[in-house]
């Protein structure tokens, strides 16, 4: 049975082969929801990288009841949409300034993501330290998924046990290839917005790391670039640690 559905919201599906942005048009789906066919969606491209736009707006679809957005947009709304998809294992998934990317994890991204977490776990204690777990920043439908957050002593938290942006003293982001747009760009701006004092980004690709410091304003006034293998000094930051690069793997 086929599904129609309009849209409501801007979802954007990073995979290997293609980047899949949704906007406000609409979309027939040619199989049941679901069953893991394909999706023949008549939208125009918009780039050479297989972009397309197309919209979704589905009350139900074939046995998968989804929220209804058509009227205001909220964080609660399009993760809740996300959950009851058929997802599939092995991505991360996170929501910026509406639009909404899957990414495909990586051996590399993971190595490095583990490294720091090993080394931080100096100054913050288990609890204190959060990786891939939803927490709303400042700006249009911001849910970030942090690939890691230290948290301030004390951590108070929102609905269903998310930490607060307000509570975030550290963030890292380690470059995905598909998504380097977005830790450059408007993450760096929410983070900066919400006054984490100290936001790394780990980059395989060019095998350095950008220390942003001193929010104020809604941007960061210091940055710092290092190249893997160089210690990464935050003594001076909440984190009060140094944290070594050597072993990072390159891209």
């Excluded at 920043?137 to 942090?146: I, K, Y």
């Excluded at 809604?218 to 710092?224: K, N, R, S």
Aim: one cysteine or more; proline letters at 6%; a negative charge.
């Amino acid at each position: 049975m086929a599904t129609t559905a309009k849209i409501s919201t801007s979802v954007a599906l990073t995979t290997r082969m293609r980047v899949l942005a949704f906007t406000r048009t609409s979309l027939r789906a040619r199989r049941p929801w679901g069953s893991g066919g394909p999706v023949t969606v008549p939208a125009r491209a918009v780039s050479n990288d297989h972009s397309y736009r197309c919209t979704v707006d589905c009350k139900q679809a074939t046995g998968i009841e989804l929220v209804d957005v058509s009227n205001e947009l909220t964080l609660d709304s399009m993760f809740d949409w996300l959950e009851r998809l058929p997802a599939p294992e092995g991505y991360k998934v996170e929501i910026v300034e509406g639009t909404i990317y899957m990414v495909p994890q990586r051996d590399t991204h993971w190595d490095i993501t583990m490294d720091l977490i090993e080394q931080l776990r100096a100054s913050y204690p288990r609890k204190r330290l959060t990786s891939d777990v939803r927490i709303d920043f400042p700006g249009p439908l911001n849910g970030f998924a942090c690939d890691i957050a230290g948290l301030a002593d004390g951590t108070g938290h929102e609905g269903e046990g998310r930490p607060r942006a307000q509570d975030v003293e550290f963030v890292t982001e380690v470059v995905s290839r598909g998504t380097a747009a977005n830790d450059y760009g408007p993450k760096k701006a929410a983070y900066a917005a919400a006054e984490v004092p100290v936001y790394l980004i780990v980059d395989p690709y060019t095998a350095k790391c950008h220390v942003h410091t001193l929010p104020k304003d809604g941007a960061y006034h210091v940055e710092t670039t290092l190249d893997f293998g160089v210690d990464v000094d935050l003594t001076g930051t909440p984190a009060g640690l140094k944290l070594a690069t050597g072993e990072f793997p390159r891209d």
